[in-house]
């Protein structure tokens, strides 16, 4: 049988070059490389290739974790501002020290290999006794593992494939998928795992399920995994503060899941799943099958924290982190993103990583990675944006620019709802239906209303003052607020016009507009137009 792949050292991860990295003696660079060279030329290269959302958010949180252990700042003993210090000495050499890298992973290079079925094997990220307490009868398959795939009786996403016929998944596809299910796997039913004599086939959501994580990203490779660490707690040691593949034993099922002591546990050891990848039969450097079951069967009692999401406040009164929306852009979060305390009845707070990216002399941008989905099994649309660099304006860099952007921001979606409630108005009056939801207005409203007011909120950010100089950061509030307005006014009457040519349509689009300017008259209670 033919070695099986390692992670570490074969060409698994579809990365981008930077125009400045050099060409190999053979020529053209390899599209994909192993971890041991990503982490050895990353400053060579731009970024990761992923094309998935949450197959590249998922590979982001791994990467962070072996950066702090083969740079040394997976610990703070002596507080965060030692941490920063030996942070930024890396930063000002130019690249990840060679010799960390190497000493890591030779110390752990037979827990990288993607399958390994000896005696004592274990397969990166994945529970070998999968093969024994599962059913092989009863294996998920390919077409469950990837995430882009039908299974079952589901429909077509993306490709068409038959659950009947599945064709094997290559190595690298393999490794992003096992990873997208250990951080956005759903809840509910899945494969019978037997452990103890007890059989259960029910699992808890991942820990990043139906989530948007934000992440600082500089202009290399490099760049981006120094701004995505966080300072451990002084307390934190290496020692307890593991990693999954660094465990000295797989942990016991019937047990509480593993402890999360640090970042490196944070980061890679919160998931709910177990998964055990299947070389193909007949092709032993693919994967022809896999399981995927529960990997705790007491769960966890609260979602873990991460530091890469915006959590905010339930009217409960409950911590959450802020959904994936496919149907929101990301400049709608931005001030949640630069503020320390940004406005919002939620009391949103901004990711934790934000608080120590900034510390770094870089322009930096925002990369939001997600997956809109519900907890258990229906999964909607990937959310992947990246705005240009915008972390120089963080409050911790540039006070005065804060209230600035939360306006701006402000003045873009206050005539967005504006114009939700003016459609749906307008709409109602002309069929006569208060009832009515009027969404195909509103649909096509927010379709024209959107894109455009995203390309203002921009042009308009690029003009604040960077020196902290200017009063307000330099925004014209005065024109910032005709220029939205007039955008809502132009999608209003484009909306409307199919029905401004008889005289009851004219009379609702007429009655209607007021709520583009902030309609004065009191609402009663239960007859207020839709947000």
Known sequence: MPASPNILYDPLVPVCWSPHAGRSDAGELPPKVGLLELFLRSHDIESLAIADAPAHSAFLRPLYALTARMTGLDEARQGPEEWLERREEILEEGRLPAEGVEVYAAAYRDRFFLFDTSAQGRPWMQDPRLAHQCDPASAAGVNKLAVTRPSGNNHSWWIHALDTRPG????????????????????????????????????????????????????????????????????????????????????????????????????????????????????????????????????????????????????????????????????????????????????????????????????????????????????????????????????????????????????????????????????????????????????????????????????????LDRTGKALDAGLDTATARKAFLHLAVRTYDEVTASVTGTQRGARAVEEARVELFGDPRPRKPGKSPAA
């Not at 699992?203 to 300072?231: D, I, K, N, W």
């Not at 970042?263 to 709910?272: E, F, K, N, Q, V």
């Not at 009217?315 to 990301?330: F, I």
């Not at 931005?334 to 503020?339: K, N, Q, S, T, V």
């Open 168 to 463: 094997p998944l290559s190595a690298s596809e393999a490794l992003l998928n096992l990873l997208t299910w250990h951080y956005y796997g759903p809840s509910g039913r899945c494969s019978s795992r037997e452990v103890n004599g007890v059989k259960s086939a029910s699992s808890a959501a991942g820990p990043l399920r139906s989530s948007l994580s934000y992440h600082p990203e500089g202009a290399t490779l490099f760049e981006t995994l120094l701004a995505g660490l966080v300072p451990p707690e002084t307390a934190v040691r290496r020692e307890q503060d593991r990693c999954p593949w660094e465990w000295d034993e797989l942990p016991d099922p019937d047990g509480p899941p593993a402890a999360l002591t640090g970042p490196c546990s944070r980061l890679t050891a919160a998931s709910m799943h177990a998964l055990l990848l299947v070389p193909d039969e007949n092709d032993a450097s693919v994967v022809g099958n896999a399981y995927i079951t529960w990997a705790y069967r007491q769960g966890r009692g609260t979602r873990p924290d991460d530091d890469y999401l915006i959590w905010q406040i339930s009217k409960q009164g409950n911590v959450y982190p802020r959904p994936a929306d496919s149907q929101r852009a990301l400049w709608r979060d931005l001030d949640a993103l630069l503020l320390i305390d940004p406005p919002g009845v939620a009391q949103p707070r901004r990711p934790k990583v934000f608080e120590w990216a900034v510390e770094l002399p870089l322009d930096l941008r925002v990369h939001a990675l997600g997956f809109e989905q519900d907890g258990q099994a229906k999964d909607t649309q990937f959310v992947d944006a990246v705005t240009p660099p915008v972390l120089a304006f963080a409050e911790k860099r540039s006070a005065r620019t804060q209230p600035a952007v939360g306006r701006l921001r402000a003045m873009g979606e206050r005539f967005g709802i504006r114009l939700d409630r003016a459609v749906r108005r307008a709409w109602r009056a002309y069929v006569n239906d208060p009832k009515d939801s009027a969404q195909a207005w509103a649909q096509e409203g927010a379709a024209r209303y959107w894109p455009a007011a995203e390309a203002e909120f921009w042009t308009r950010f690029r003009l």
